[in-house]
């Protein structure tokens, strides 16, 4: 069985271990000066071979790298973010949820009172839509 090569290219993988140590740095401290202090030596060390040209040292470096990440990690999984998705996703993702247009339909004439310059225009533009939409020229 075949395998596709990895899409990445050499300087995506390494942007993606240097934002790797940098959450690990992070989750490490907790003051913000020690962690821009340790993260400024941590970029200090991937400008130090910025200028290696040979693929070979490349990939060792990165290897290098990511075993030194692997072997330092944190006993507990870093910070997650509140809205970020998917499995390792936050508890506020898509909790915050925005009603759709047509909800505002359903309102009682006494609430769309308390409102009228902008449901004065929502019926133009409605109108608008309707219009266009019979005429075929919406998209």
């Not at 075949?2 to 995506?12: D, G, I, N, V, W």
């Not at 202090?37 to 200028?51: M, P, S």
């Not at 040979?54 to 990511?66: A, I, S, T």
């Not at 330092?72 to 973010?81: A, V």
Request: glycine content about 4%; overall charge positive; aromatic content about 16%.
């Amino acid at each position: 069985m075949y395998f596709a090569p990895e899409l990445r290219t050499h300087s995506q993988k390494v942007c993606t271990l240097y934002k790797t140590a940098c959450r690990l740095i992070e989750s490490y401290y907790v003051a913000r000066f020690i962690i821009r202090y340790h993260q400024v030596l941590l970029r200090k060390q991937f400008d130090d071979n910025k200028c290696v040209t040979d693929p070979k040292e490349q990939r060792l470096l990165l290897r290098v790298g990511e075993n030194e990440v692997f072997a330092k990690k944190y006993p507990f999984p870093p910070q997650k973010f509140p809205r970020s998705i998917g499995l390792a996703g936050g508890v506020a993702y898509k909790r915050v949820v925005t009603p759709p247009d047509w909800i505002l339909d359903y309102w009682h004439p006494l609430e769309k009172a308390q409102y009228p310059d902008y449901f004065a225009r929502r019926e133009c533009r409605k109108t608008e839509y309707i219009k266009k939409w019979n005429d075929g020229t919406l998209y």
